[in-house]
């Protein structure tokens, strides 16, 4: 997949590789005169199954509506696109590798031959213990996801071809951008059910804001983004229920420069009724987030321009 597919002006790139398939893992746009530092990702994006993923699945379509953040991809192209900031989206599927985990946080029970070093439970792995690790295994409603027990091989390659050459590309890029600028902003852009509510007149978050609680990114970031979307008429929450994962652990050093922070939009915002696919509603979600980016965009130049000093690269 190029830039152009994107509908998006300048050169792309693809990389890594779908383990039973001829797609790429990922494709990554970013453009040489980004207008904004901001790099928007969508690893829960993906929707490429091999005919063997899908085969070891007891229900795939059941279990890939729930794991995907359905067609966020389209929200985020769009946001792109109007924005200028840098692009990368998925096209490995959770179900395969949840790009928001760890490389180690694995319920090894799942594999056949066993862990490294025959480790089982660790604070590395401690989400895979509630069905929801580096490999997905269980969702409400259907239990188990899988008909039979993962290999080791089967594992390492999805890491070797999906995960690493996944993360490393989006370091590379924030990198690239906070070099350019002196500060950068990843937008990691998820979908959510929606939140229930505690009273009945009670009216739930369209919106929640990851910050790893404060660990992530400048506090001015998320004061820009919450105002923002006040100003909106559009209810968000901090940190609860989504805080962020390990695309934040990994890749926010606001210390060097380096901001990250977790959006998650509700897909009653922009999917249809049965939460499957787009509806008339995408657009405008898109041109509200779309403010949202050039509104932090802005706020990191700032902390470049008058903030405290990036440190070099490590």
Same mark, same amino acid.
């Given at each position: 997949?190029?830039?152009?597919?994107?509908?998006?002006?300048?050169?792309?790139?693809?990389?890594?590789?779908?383990?039973?398939?001829?797609?790429?893992?990922?494709? /990554?746009?970013? +453009?040489?005169?980004?207008?904004?530092? &901001?790099?928007?990702?969508?690893?829960?994006?993906?929707?490429?199954? +091999?005919? !063997?993923? =899908?085969?070891?699945?007891?229900?795939? !379509?059941? !279990?890939?509506?729930?794991?995907?953040?359905?067609? &966020?991809?389209?929200?985020?192209?769009?946001?792109?696109?109007?924005?200028?900031?840098?692009?990368?989206?998925?096209?490995? +599927?959770?179900?395969?590798?949840?790009?928001?985990?760890?490389?180690?946080?694995?319920?090894?029970?799942? &594999?056949?031959?066993?862990?490294?070093?025959?480790?089982?439970?660790?604070? !590395?792995?401690?989400?895979?213990?509630?069905?929801?690790?580096?490999?997905?295994?269980?969702?409400?409603?259907?239990?188990?996801?899988?008909?039979?027990?993962? =290999?080791?091989?089967?594992?390492?390659?999805?890491?070797?071809?999906?995960?690493?050459?996944?993360?490393?590309?989006?370091?590379?890029?924030?990198?690239?951008?906070?070099?350019?600028?002196?500060?950068?902003?990843?937008?990691?852009?998820?979908?959510?059910?929606?939140?229930?509510?505690?009273? +009945?007149?009670?009216?739930?978050?369209?919106?929640?804001?990851?910050?790893?609680?404060?660990?992530?990114?400048?506090?001015?970031?998320?004061? =820009?983004?919450?105002?923002?979307?006040?100003?909106?008429?559009?209810?968000?929450?901090?940190?609860?229920?989504?805080?962020?994962?390990?695309?934040?652990?990994?890749?926010?050093?606001?210390?060097?420069?380096?901001?990250? /922070?977790?959006?998650?939009?509700?897909?009653?915002?922009?999917?249809?009724?049965? /939460?499957?696919?787009?509806?008339?509603?995408?657009?405008?979600?898109?041109?509200?987030?779309?403010?949202?980016?050039?509104?932090?965009?802005?706020?990191?130049?700032? /902390?470049?321009?008058?903030?405290?000093?990036?440190?070099?690269?490590?």
């Amino acid at each position: 997949m190029s830039a152009m597919d994107f509908g998006l002006a300048g050169e792309g790139r693809t990389g890594g590789e779908i383990p039973g398939g001829d797609a790429p893992a990922f494709s /990554l746009h970013l +453009p040489d005169a980004a207008p904004i530092p &901001v790099l928007i990702c969508a690893p829960h994006a993906g929707r490429v199954y +091999p005919p !063997a993923l =899908t085969a070891a699945m007891r229900d795939p !379509a059941f !279990a890939a509506l729930r794991l995907e953040d359905r067609h &966020v991809d389209a929200l985020a192209i769009e946001v792109a696109r109007q924005t200028g900031a840098g692009l990368l989206i998925a096209h490995a +599927p959770r179900a395969m590798l949840d790009l928001n985990r760890a490389a180690d946080d694995m319920d090894w029970s799942m &594999v056949a031959d066993g862990a490294p070093g025959q480790a089982r439970h660790s604070l !590395a792995n401690r989400r895979s213990r509630s069905g929801l690790g580096l490999v997905p295994r269980r969702l409400p409603v259907l239990g188990e996801i899988w008909k039979r027990r993962l =290999t080791r091989a089967e594992l390492d390659a999805r890491i070797a071809g999906i995960h690493r050459p996944y993360h490393a590309a989006l370091g590379q890029a924030l990198e690239t951008l906070r070099d350019r600028w002196g500060a950068a902003l990843l937008i990691d852009l998820h979908s959510m059910p929606p939140l229930k509510r505690r009273h +009945p007149d009670d009216r739930t978050p369209e919106f929640v804001l990851g910050d790893r609680f404060g660990a992530a990114c400048d506090p001015a970031l998320v004061k =820009t983004a919450f105002a923002f979307l006040a100003q909106a008429g559009r209810p968000a929450a901090h940190n609860r229920p989504y805080a962020g994962g390990y695309v934040l652990d990994r890749h926010a050093a606001p210390a060097r420069g380096l901001h990250a /922070l977790q959006v998650e939009v509700c897909r009653t915002s922009y999917l249809d009724a049965r /939460l499957e696919e787009p509806s008339v509603r995408l657009a405008g979600i898109a041109r509200l987030i779309a403010g949202l980016v050039r509104e932090l965009g802005a706020e990191t130049a700032a /902390l470049a321009r008058g903030g405290r000093p990036a440190l070099a690269a490590e």
